[in-house]
């Protein structure tokens, strides 16, 4: 189909084009960009007048649930919410039941995505065998069947040996080493950050240390290897500085954070029933909140990733002691980071767009992130003056599990565009 995009406002971190142009696509690609493009030849016309529009977003951090857990959600209905939230491409992380830790795992949620056909799906495959820390995984075949990135989300690999096994193959193959930095043995059986708020509610608390001893040993672990090392949603102040003072040595090494952790503190908890709070690593102190906003805003951070988790509601429902950890985030995400580091002063329009999709592909080596012309037409559109409130009974995807119920926020998106298909309109 060819479509045209009218009146809007370029942003394109790729080439650093910030300008107001129509698009026009044609049999998927972008073949022109320009004021007063002819409509000719458009089989659909797109008013973007006032908003902006931009690369697909990409999400480095997505539980799909599936296989094995697609009573909380699947391929399906999360590529739905996805397409809703202006993202096109996304990583599934492997901890499904049974952990995706092969080729065949690999090819078989990538064909599902394929046949959903809402967004581009990079399923992450897991680091050791079974996620069970045991031994590395078969990742030269899974590297075979195209996966790109690995990770042990949900816990570390605690093995130090297994790990450096793994940056050694990682670095050989020039693929990504996506960490989830927490060290079990300090986690006490800890659900809530250590502080005022778990003193209040008399439950266990995880202390920064959790995290940053994971953070200080795999970034440690990819400076002596070489291997690209991207830590997953980071949330204490050390955390930004132990990456800072790795890349300043030069070590390929990225993070990403999340908009919850750069939105709440634990001080935003108002009870320990309400386990849409629930999140791990848990939302941290006011101090390490602005350690993460202002990471992000001088680009140590270089990536906003979402961790989308979904849960049921009954699980949800158990509170801090017995609700499982994670968030949905997809739908929201790019109406939160707008809100909070575009209008709180810390970032650009275009830096935002950078580090939510332009970023995120050139650490994994995807091509995509790129509003050029003859590239995939993989576009978000974006109302920057639209407000609204957020509902999770709104949402697309399977699950409403979010701690932003009925918060305000400014920015929409209004339009996303996959390979030239257009995947979501908003219509009010």
């Given amino acids: 189909m060819n479509i045209l995009i009218r009146g809007g406002h370029i942003l394109n971190p790729a080439n650093n084009m910030d300008i107001d142009a129509d698009v026009f696509i044609s049999e998927g690609r972008i073949t ?3 004021p007063g493009l002819s409509d000719e030849m458009a089989e659909e016309i797109i008013d973007a007048t006032g908003c902006y529009v931009c690369p697909g977003l990409i999400d480095m951090h997505v539980h799909l649930r599936e296989p094995g857990q697609t009573h909380k959600a699947d391929i399906a209905t999360e590529s739905v919410a996805a397409a809703r939230g202006g993202y096109t491409t996304i990583f599934a992380m492997p901890n499904t039941t049974p952990p995706v830790d092969s080729g065949d795992m690999i090819q078989f949620v990538e064909m599902r995505a394929k046949d959903t056909g809402l967004c581009s799906v990079h399923q992450v495959g897991a680091i050791t065998e079974g996620m069970e820390g045991e031994a590395v995984s078969d990742m030269e075949g899974m590297i075979e069947d195209g996966c790109i990135a690995f990770s042990e989300d949900g816990k570390s690999v605690m093995d130090s040996g297994l790990m450096k096994e793994a940056m050694l193959l990682a670095k050989k193959y020039g693929v990504t ?38 953070t200080a040993r795999d970034l440690l672990l990819a400076e002596e290897t070489g ?9 204490t102040k050390e955390s930004c500085e132990y990456l800072e003072a790795a890349k300043k040595k030069g070590a390929q090494v990225s993070g990403e954070a999340t908009p919850h952790h750069f939105t709440f503190s634990d001080g935003d908890i108002e009870s320990a029933d309400d386990a849409n709070f629930k999140m791990n690593p848990p939302l941290r102190s006011k101090k390490d909140v602005e350690a993460i906003r202002n990471a992000i805003s ?6 906003i990733s979402t961790d989308h988790a979904p849960h049921t509601e009954e699980e949800k429902a158990g509170g ?4 499982p950890f994670g968030i949905v985030g997809m739908e929201t995400a790019a109406s939160i980071s707008y809100s909070q580091l575009v209008l709180g002063g810390y970032l650009t329009p275009m830096e935002l767009i950078a580090r939510m999709s332009t970023n995120p592909a050139r650490i994994t080596g995807i091509d ?61």
């Avoid at 001088?298 to 990536?303: A, D, F, L, R, Y």
């Avoid at 995509?368 to 974006?382: E, R």
């Fill in 320 to 323: 801090f002691l017995e609700a």
């Fill in 227 to 235: 291997a690209r090392l991207h830590l997953c949603h980071m949330s």
């Fill in 298 to 303: 001088v680009g140590t951070i270089e990536v």
């Fill in 368 to 428: 995509a992130g790129d509003l050029s012309v003859g590239k995939a037409a993989d576009i978000m559109i974006f109302d920057p003056k639209s407000e609204y409130e957020i509902h999770g009974a709104d949402f697309a995807g399977a699950a409403h599990n979010m701690p932003y119920e009925g918060m305000k926020v400014t920015g929409r998106v209004v339009g996303t565009i996959l390979g030239g298909k257009i995947t979501y309109r908003y219509t009010g």
């Fill in 32 to 34: 022109d960009i320009g």
């Fill in 177 to 214: 080493i996506m960490s989830h930095c927490e060290d079990i043995n300090l986690v006490w059986d800890g659900v809530i950050n250590a502080g005022k708020k778990s003193l209040e509610f008399g439950l266990p608390g995880i202390t920064n240390t959790v995290e940053n001893v994971i």
